[in-house]
């Protein structure tokens, strides 16, 4: 069974960076796409980012392209999401998504492997 497992998420002030890691367990995603995704409350999953397991092609939201980057370790099995300039409307859980194949995925329906998540808190 594969589980994703994130890490990295706390409270940190605007202005400030974060790292957020995400390990999947049971097997290693070398051909599909693993992507970050984040939720409020009351709110749908919003895409945040997304990259080609294999490396190279990322895609990215709108509201953090140029803060955030979404990396793959491939030896590590890995996929990394660095914050910077954070910013009050951040905060959400963030979850780390992955699937089979390779799209440009932006909805969650699309991906089939979830973690539980990870808090990330921004004070205004």
């Known amino acids: 069974q594969v589980q994703l497992v994130e890490s990295g998420g706390g409270l940190v002030q605007a202005g400030g960076s974060l790292r957020l890691s995400c390990a999947p367990s049971g097997r290693t995603f070398s051909t599909g796409t693993m992507a970050w995704f984040?939720?409020?409350?009351?709110?749908?999953?919003?895409?945040?980012?997304?990259?080609?397991?294999?490396?190279?092609?990322?895609?990215y939201a709108d509201s953090v392209r140029g803060r955030f980057t979404i990396a793959r370790d491939a030896a590590k099995n890995t996929?990394?999401?660095?914050?910077?300039?954070?910013?009050?409307?951040?905060?959400?859980?963030?979850y780390c998504a992955a699937v089979d194949y390779y799209m440009f995925g932006y909805m969650a329906s699309q991906y089939d492997y979830w973690g539980q998540g990870t808090q990330v808190t921004v004070p205004s």
């Open 38 to 59: 984040r939720q409020v409350p009351w709110t749908e999953r919003e895409f945040v980012a997304s990259i080609r397991a294999s490396g190279g092609t990322t895609n």
């Open 79 to 94: 996929v990394s999401l660095q914050m910077k300039s954070l910013k009050p409307e951040d905060t959400a859980v963030y």
